[in-house]
């Protein structure tokens, strides 16, 4: 069987040496360590502003590059694993420097002066990773910390350790509202994979990308047939889709059918496309509840839905 590309760098041409006797390239060659140094950096499937976006590396992330030419990289996450094409630029190449703190809000924008007044040069989303090289430098009474780059951000916006949810669906909650974007992975847009990943992520666990990888590597497969067997924290796989199940009979995903990340009850969920429990792939991590969130609830009193169709769904993708 072949590697999957999303997650080993390899083509014709060239391939990570780690791959040498797994795949067929031209030349083989070592990663070079670098970190991302633009909130976020957009992931390309070929080295083209026009090309497919599959994903985000965000600020701090660490990743091997492979080949720089034409002003892109090709890298690959030492987080997710993802790989894809960044612009050149977007990459501070050596040893990252390890990081004094981290992104605790929804995203901080960042400036080039100590002043929230001063035009924003970037937006660093939850999670990012900083060196703080000073603080204690006051703005109108609001500290500012500056970064290793030479620019700023308010300290208020930081911690000395990564942001935490209480469980997994508390960690989706705070992206209720937020857009839907096709590859995205912040606060400025999600699809439905990148919302579960960064809420796992607020449980200091790194998941995979996408919907396919998940639905095969994250925690065990469930049996449920029925909604009164599903546990808070329950992810809920179709051909494409996954919905992170809140509990009370309610779904928490990144829908492109209202572009956004919103509550639904599973009930209206299932019905308007003809599905019912036993169509899903149902994942349970036992990070993402405490037992006393696995009792049934009243999703056992959800309405019968129709025949599965099993299909992919207009309107809900990744």
Known sequence: MALDPRLNAYHEDLADARLRGQVKAGRFVEG????????????RRVPAADAPLDTYYHYGARVLVFEEAGGWGWCQSLED????????PQNAIGKPAEPTHFVATMGSYL??????KSPPVDFLPRHSAVVVTEHGIMTRG???????????????CLSE???RSPDLVAGAERYLGCPYQWGGTSFFGLDCSGLVQNAFRDLGIIVLRDTDMQREGIGEAVAVGSAAELARGDLLYMP???LIYAGD???IHASDGTMSVRRQALAE????????IASFVVRRHPAAFTEAETAPSSAGRCPPAGRSKRGHAPGDAR
């Open 161 to 163: 350790e990564p942001p």
């Open 32 to 43: 070079r360590p670098a970190r991302i140094v633009v909130g976020r950096a957009p992931v």
């Open 81 to 88: 694993g993802y790989v894809g094409y960044v612009e050149a």
């Open 111 to 116: 400036y080039a002066e100590p002043d929230m």
């Open 249 to 251: 009979g309610l779904v």
């Open 240 to 242: 494409g889709h996954v």
């Open 142 to 156: 609001s500290d500012y910390a500056r970064l290793g780059t030479g620019q700023f951000v308010p300290l208020g």
């Open 269 to 276: 969920f299932m019905a308007g496309r003809g599905f019912e």
